[in-house]
């Protein structure tokens, strides 16, 4: 992992974990807020998974229904074969092991969708075919009123077409 990736990750979860123990500042109510209201923000993540031999191609969308913007949101990608080691990956994109990976979406407006992160990667062996569980991680503390639209589980298997999720 780069020295840059670690760090961003290192200062997200320090991020998160001061604002979970410390809170916001002296007007935020119990649930973590200001004035105790928890923001709503519908998100969701749309694209496709392919496996060919080798080759994991994962292209997604993430898309806040709103009604209130997000400062960032991670997703997190759960493979069921292991992933070769020292791969590249997008910018916003880190190893979270040797079979999960953590995007970040950065800023969505409300009503707004993210840019395409595209995933081009390398199983370790050859397999027949791949299940790939896609989620949201982290959604800066918002509600989600509708979870089941950002939780998808695809079976890709090795035919090099693309399975939408």
Excluded at 58 to 78: I, K, M, Q, W, Y
Excluded at 90 to 119: F, K, Q
Excluded at 131 to 141: F, K, P, R
Aim: proline fraction near 7%; glycine fraction near 10%.
């Amino acid at each position: 992992m780069g020295v840059k990736r670690r760090a961003w990750l290192v200062a997200v979860s320090v991020v998160a974990t001061v604002v979970t123990v410390t809170g916001a500042g002296p007007d935020v109510g119990a649930a973590g807020f200001r004035g105790g209201v928890v923001p709503e923000a519908d998100l969701s993540h749309h694209g496709h998974v392919s496996l060919w031999s080798q080759q994991l191609s994962v292209r997604f969308e993430s898309e806040n229904h709103g009604p209130s913007a997000l400062a960032d949101a991670t997703v997190r990608l759960a493979f069921s074969v292991s992933l070769a080691a020292g791969q590249s990956l997008p910018p916003n994109c880190v190893r979270g092991g040797d079979r999960v990976v953590l995007c970040r979406t950065g800023p969505l407006r409300a009503v707004g969708r993210s840019p395409e992160t595209v995933l081009d990667l390398k199983a370790a062996g050859r397999p027949v075919e791949a299940v790939v569980e896609i989620d949201t991680a982290w959604n800066g503390g918002a509600s989600d009123p509708n979870p089941e639209n950002h939780r998808h589980r695809v079976l890709a298997p090795a035919t090099g077409d693309p399975y939408v999720f």
